[in-house]
């Protein structure tokens, strides 16, 4: 079954503080890894989508890896905010138009 | 930018009403997505639309239904709501078929049957 796993499911952390979320997946085939940020309440908002031959994609603050051989990612949050305080989403695509989500790791960054 | 609208942030309905809820996208995409997301799950996919009046089944179509009269608008039917089916539902358009390309989400619709 095409599973992705992430971890920590949740986390807190200190305004200005770095942090890393993780994405395992044994999604097959493989096309794409998306990482989105949802706010409560809210639908998600893209922040990188990588193919295959990337290892690595940054948007502002947001930096996330990709190692397709053992088929895990990262995210990488750089200064955090508080606005940063959301549910983050790791999706891998596989066939067609399809995509398999994870369950999230929400994200509170405090004062 | 792309806009996804969904008719209403949340809805209350009684079981075994009819329920339909609305998406419209404003950047003329081919595609457009149905998911309901419940806690502890991630998303998953009722219904894909890939052209006006076409559709596919999703993962868990059962007791929904779609409709797509114009490219725009992109309707989900609850034919008759059950306590089960209180979500958040959340539409999604993206402009070719493959998962290569971006969806863009709507705000979602938190649905409530009583």
């Known amino acids: 079954k095409n599973q992705v796993e992430q971890s920590p499911q949740s986390l807190i952390i200190l305004e200005g503080k770095n942090c890393t979320l993780q994405c395992n997946y044994t999604v097959s085939p493989f096309s794409n890894l998306r990482w989105y940020k949802q706010d409560t309440g809210r639908g998600p908002v893209s922040l990188t989508i990588m193919t295959f031959s990337e290892n690595t994609k940054s948007n502002g603050r947001y930096t996330a890896t990709l190692d397709a051989d053992t088929k895990q990612s990262s995210l990488h949050i750089t200064a955090s905010q508080l606005s940063d305080s959301a549910s983050y989403i790791c999706?891998?695509?596989?066939?067609?138009?399809?995509?398999?989500f994870g369950k999230g790791t929400s994200l509170l960054v405090t004062p | 930018d792309v806009k996804v609208t969904q008719s209403s942030r949340y809805l209350v309905k009684r079981t075994g009403e009819k329920v339909f809820l609305e998406c419209v996208q404003d950047m003329d995409h081919e595609n457009m997505f149905w998911y309901r997301q419940d806690p502890g799950l991630g998303l998953r996919l009722i219904y894909f639309?890939?052209?006006?009046?076409?559709?596919e089944k999703g993962d868990i179509p059962e007791g929904y239904s779609v409709s797509r009269e114009k490219k725009e608008r992109f309707s989900l039917i609850l034919e008759s709501a059950s306590t089960n089916q209180t979500s958040m539902y959340l539409c999604?358009?993206?402009?070719?078929?493959?998962?290569?390309?971006?969806?863009?989400f709507g705000p979602g619709t938190r649905l409530t049957v009583t």
């Open positions: 639309s890939y052209d006006v009046k076409m559709k």
């Open positions: 999706v891998v695509g596989y066939s067609g138009y399809a995509l398999n």
């Open positions: 999604a358009s993206s402009p070719q078929t493959g998962s290569s390309y971006e969806q863009y």
